[in-house]
């Protein structure tokens, strides 16, 4: 790839972008704002605001630039106006506009399987891109461990690559999932879902920002080099660049449809004040890891704390009431946490009395502060009988992907004799453990109603699926009215 060919691209669309600044809008761009480092998109319920605290959202910036060999860029699958991941209602006009020669749309992770029938053909069928589609799903074919505690066996094989074997000779599963969101990562305590590229570790505020930087930049060129298709390995100071504009990028919801602007009358929403939200390994952490020594504060939120006492009685004032009853559900109702794995197991407990700030800890951001995977059980397969775990399972819409066995074995070193059903082992496959088999790290809750669906593999289709999952899996007990307060407030971040 000539750099100079990408650099003209992107040049191009930079003028182009002007000339729309001089016109208008373009494609639901405001490029009159993007040039002071603001950009706003309408969402499902309301305004998207994308902030960028370096001055500028740049697009001549090499993550919009060509950098592999099958046209993708980095904004292929993260892009601002859906919250830097992707949404199936815009996937699926992009396949529409270009009759599937988007390059979002190539089989080495975009089709269901690489070689699914008719994933080249002109048009491409859109029934090889049924994941993408109407998931927003990636396929990640991740290798399996040579010291694995473990030995893995298909149970079902829906599109044929379940268990594929690569020219180096190791085996590896196709799990799928959704593209988490490239923005609000300076809040990130793993990078991935299975916290695969934390190479240095985030847990230590000594060194957290050169440690971000770091492993931000080696996930960088990953993704050129395996979604992207690249040969050539790119250079430390386009890394750089990428690492620095993802990092100064933050994007959160600005308005509502029915609350209005989520920053009137004092309220703390949206990306600007977002970009001065402080963060540092271990703040506020619910299992006592400040190193400040400061107790856990279970209102993580506290972004709509001057809505709580309105007392005017218009349609906005009563939608704001909600959000902050809401925020104060997050922040306080009772959970009963419970077979979490890396939660009940890791502290011996069988029931933690927690809220939802339990495990989202971090102030105003939303992930958890320290790294802690845990299987919450968004992977694991319903088995038909009663229980929290099925019953919260019910209420989702899981995509139709493999389903493996891992049999854990002592022989293989593993702790115990047992075998996990599973549509994705998540941080075993790193760390080859049985310990791990569905751990995944807590997402930063930020920007969500422009990025459905949730959960790694899309498993929720609404927050309002978010809610009922967790009202079952952790037997909250909520109101139909509390849980709608619950989405009104997850809607605003
Ligand atoms: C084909 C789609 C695709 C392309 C192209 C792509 N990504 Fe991603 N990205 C994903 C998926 C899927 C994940 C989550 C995978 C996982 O957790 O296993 C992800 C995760 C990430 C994350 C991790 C965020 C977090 O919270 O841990 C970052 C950062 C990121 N991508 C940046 C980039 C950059 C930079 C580029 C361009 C060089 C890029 N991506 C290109 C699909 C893509
Ligand atoms: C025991 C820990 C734990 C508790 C308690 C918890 N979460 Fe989560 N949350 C997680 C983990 C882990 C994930 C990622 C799961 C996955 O994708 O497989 C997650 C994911 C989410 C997501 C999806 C974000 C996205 O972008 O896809 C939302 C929304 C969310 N949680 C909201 C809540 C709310 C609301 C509550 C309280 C009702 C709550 N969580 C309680 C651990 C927890």
Known sequence: MDPNASFKTSLSAWILGIFCFAVGLAGGRTFATSRVGIELFSDPTGTLEV??????????????????????????????????????????????????????????????????????????????????????????????????????????DPYGCAQTTDSTGRVRLSVYRRPLP????????????????????????????????????????????THEQGVTPPTQDLLKQIVDFEIATYSA???????????????????????????????????????????????????????????????????????????AIFDTAPLLIQDVKGLNDALGVATINGTCSTCHDAINSGGHSLPVPLDIGIASVATGSSGPLNEALGELHPPLVPVYDLTCSTNLGGPLNFTVRTTDPGRAL????????????????????????????????????????????????????????????????
Not at 58 to 63: E, I, K, T, Y
Not at 92 to 112: C, E, I, K, M, T
Not at 139 to 149: E, L, T
């Open 182 to 225: 490239s923005t609000n990562l300076r809040f990130l305590s793993a990078v991935m879902f299975d916290g695969r590229e934390t190479l240095k570790p985030l847990n230590d505020p000594a060194t957290y920002r050169a440690n971000l930087e770091f492993d931000l930049a080696d996930q960088a060129r990953d993704a050129i080099m």
């Open 430 to 493: 790193v760390t080859g453990r049985c310990a791990d088999i569905g751990k995944v790290k807590g997402p930063v809750l930020r920007g969500l109603a422009g990025h459905a669906p949730y959960f790694q593999n899309g498993a929720a289709d609404t927050l309002e699926q978010v809610v009922d999952f967790y009202n079952d899996r952790f037997q909250m007990g909520l109101t139909a009215n509390e849980k709608a307060d619950l989405v009104n407030f997850l809607r605003s971040l």
């Open 51 to 156: 902030f960028s605290s370096s001055g500028a959202l740049d697009s001549r910036n090499p993550f919009f630039h060509v950098l592999g060999t099958n046209g993708r860029t980095c904004e292929s699958c993260h892009v601002a106006s859906d919250a830097y991941t992707i949404t199936p209602p815009h996937i699926q006009q992009r396949f529409a506009a270009s009759n599937g020669a988007d390059p979002l749309f190539r089989p080495v992770d975009g089709s269901n399987c690489p070689d699914s029938p008719g994933v080249n053909s002109n048009p491409p069928d859109p029934a090889a891109y049924s994941l993408l589609l109407n998931k927003g799903l990636i396929r990640v074919g991740m290798a399996i461990p040579a010291n694995a505690q473990f030995t893995v066996s298909v149970v079902s």
């Open 253 to 327: 919801q600005q308005a509502d449809n029915s609350a209005g602007p989520l920053v009137s009358q004092g309220a703390k929403g949206g990306p600007v004040y977002l970009s001065s939200v402080p963060y540092y390994p271990g703040i506020n952490d619910s299992l006592g890891g400040n190193p400040t020594g400061a107790e856990f504060n279970p209102n993580t939120f506290t972004l709509f704390n001057v809505w709580q006492n309105l007392t005017s009685h218009t349609p906005s004032a009563a939608a704001r009431a909600s959000v902050a009853r809401g925020q």
